[in-house]
C-alpha cells in the first residue's frame, strides 16, 4: 500500500518512524510520503490560505494548492501504473524510512486478505463534520492500494477540493470524532496507525486481532479486560478464573465480561 500525507506541517508525521508503523515501512509493507502542500503554491509567499467568501473569522485553505497537489499524486500513479508498480516518492515529498521488522509474518480473518484487493484509491479529508471513522472503515482501506490523506488548518479547505477530487479518485470526508482539533494531521495518524496494523504482516500475532474490541469476528463487542503478573496487586486481585488454567471457563468469563462491558460503554450498539 501507498500513503500519501499532504499537510503544511509535515513534522508532524515524524512518529511514523516509530513502531509497529516504522516496521511495516521498513519491511517494504507499506510505503509513505509526507509532502509540504506549499511546494504546490505559486505566489512568492507560498501562500495556502485566504478570507473566507461570506465574511467571518479565520481562514480558508485555498483550493489551487489542493489541486495542484492531487493533479501531481495521481499523475504519477498513471504514469507508473502501466509499469505495474505504485509511484515513486515525489520530488516533494519526503519518504519514511525505518529500521528493521522483529516481528513474524502474520495471517488472519481479521487483517485485510490479500486475495480480496481491490485496486482502489482513497482521497481522505479529515475533518470534524465528516462521516464518522471506524474499524470498518480502516478494514475497508487496509484493502485499498492507495490512501492520500489531505490535512487541512485553519476553517477547513475550500469545499470545491473534496468535490472536484470526487470525479477522479473515491474521495471522504471523515471525522476522527465529535471534537475539534487544529489539523488534520493528528486525526491523520491515527487513521493510518489504524489501516496499517491491519495489514498482514505487519503485527507479529495476527491472533492479536481476533478477539479485539469492534473485530467482527469477535462481533464488533468490546473486549474484556485484561490482567498480567503479579496476581495480587495493591489489593486488587486477578479474577480467579483466570489463574484456573480451564481454557474454555476462561473463554465464557471473558465473553460475558466483553458483553456486559459492550452494554455498559456502547449501550445503542
Ligand atoms: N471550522 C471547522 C469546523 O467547524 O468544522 C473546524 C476546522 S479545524 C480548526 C481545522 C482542521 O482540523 C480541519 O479542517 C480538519 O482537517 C482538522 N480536524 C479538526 N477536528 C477534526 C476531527 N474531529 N476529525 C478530523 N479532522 C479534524
Known amino acids: 500500500m501507498r500513503i500519501d500525507l499532504v499537510t503544511v506541517f509535515p513534522d ?12 511495516a515501512i521498513a519491511a517494504g509493507l507499506v510505503d ?47 504514469a507508473t501504473a502501466s509499469a505495474g508498480a505504485l509511484c515513486p516518492s515525489s520530488p516533494h515529498s519526503d519518504p519514511i524510512g525505518q529500521t528493521g521488522l522483529d516481528d513474524g509474518a502474520a495471517s488472519a480473518a481479521d487483517v485485510a486478505a490479500p486475495t480480496s484487493r481491490r485496486p482502489r484509491a482513497f482521497f481522505i479529508i479529515p475533518s470534524p463534520s465528516g462521516v464518522p471513522f471506524s474499524q470498518a472503515l480502516a478494514r475497508d482501506w487496509a484493502l485499498a492500494d492507495r490512501l492520500i490523506f489531505a490535512c487541512g488548518r485553519y476553517e477547513g479547505i475550500d469545499a470545491r477540493v473534496p468535490l472536484h477530487a470526487a470525479q477522479r479518485i473515491e474521495t471522504a ?3 476522527l470524532g465529535d ?28 491472533q492479536s486481532l481476533v478477539e ?9 463487542l468490546l473486549e474484556y479486560p485484561v490482567y498480567t503478573k503479579p496476581a495480587s496487586w495493591r ?20 465473553r460475558a465480561q466483553a458483553v456486559a462491558l459492550t452494554r455498559l460503554r456502547r449501550p445503542s450498539a
Not at 508532524?12 to 516496521?23: C, E, Q, R, T
Not at 486481585?237 to 468469563?253: E, M, Y
Open 179 to 206: 471534537y475539534v482539533l487544529n489539523g488534520g494531521e493528528v486525526a491523520a495518524l491515527a487513521m493510518v496507525e489504524a489501516v496499517v496494523r491491519l495489514i498482514p504482516g505487519v503485527l507479529g500475532n495476527p
Open 32 to 78: 509513505v510520503a509526507v509532502h509540504d502542500l506549499r511546494r504546490w503554491t505559486s505566489d512568492v509567499h507560498r501562500s495556502v490560505d485566504d478570507t473566507p467568501f461570506g465574511g467571518g473569522a479565520g481562514m480558508v485553505m485555498k483550493p489551487e494548492p489542493w489541486g495542484a497537489a492531487l493533479d501531481e499524486l495521481l499523475g504519477q500513479e498513471a
Open 12 to 23: 508532524y508525521f515524524a512518529p511514523l518512524g516509530l513502531s509497529l508503523v516504522g516496521k
Open 212 to 220: 479485539e474490541s469492534h473485530a467482527p469476528s469477535w462481533d464488533g
Open 235 to 254: 489489593g486488587l486481585d486477578v479474577p480467579t478464573v483466570l489463574l484456573s488454567g480451564h481454557h474454555a471457563k476462561i473463554a465464557q468469563w471473558r
Open 173 to 175: 470526508e471523515v471525522s
